[in-house]
């Protein structure tokens, strides 16, 4: 069993940055691909980012391309998204996601684990 624990978001300004984190516990990290999703109000989830278990492979949403960066650290068992450029559209719950397989994702359906969502508020 895998549990993740988000943290890092909060309110921030347009233009502003913020750093989520997300913290793996339980079986092999290294082992796992990882994604971030978020889902805004009255919204369904969408897909964010992802990156290979490895860390040598990175997807993005097109809404956030250049903007966001995925990365990870095995050795911590943690994976990060650097937020950049935010926009008021950038408001949601992100959650982070971890799936069984070393290849990235953006299809929310094949992630095993998901973490409870940490806010993020862009003011404009």
């Known amino acids: 069993q895998v549990h993740l624990v988000e943290s890092g978001g909060g309110l921030v300004q347009a233009g502003g940055s913020l750093r989520l984190s997300c913290l793996a516990s339980g079986r092999t990290f290294s082992t796992y691909a990882m994604g971030w999703f978020r889902q805004a109000p009255g919204k369904e989830r969408e897909f964010v980012a992802a990156?290979?278990?490895?860390?040598?492979?990175?997807r993005y949403a097109d809404s956030v391309k250049g903007r966001f960066t995925i990365s990870r650290d095995n050795a911590k068992k943690l994976v990060y998204l650097q937020m950049n450029s935010l926009k008021s559209e950038d408001t949601a719950v992100y959650y982070c996601a971890g799936r069984t397989y070393l290849n990235e994702s953006p299809n929310g359906y094949l992630y095993n684990y998901w973490g409870q969502g940490t806010q993020v508020t862009v003011s404009s």
């Open positions: 990156i290979s278990a490895s860390g040598g492979i990175t």
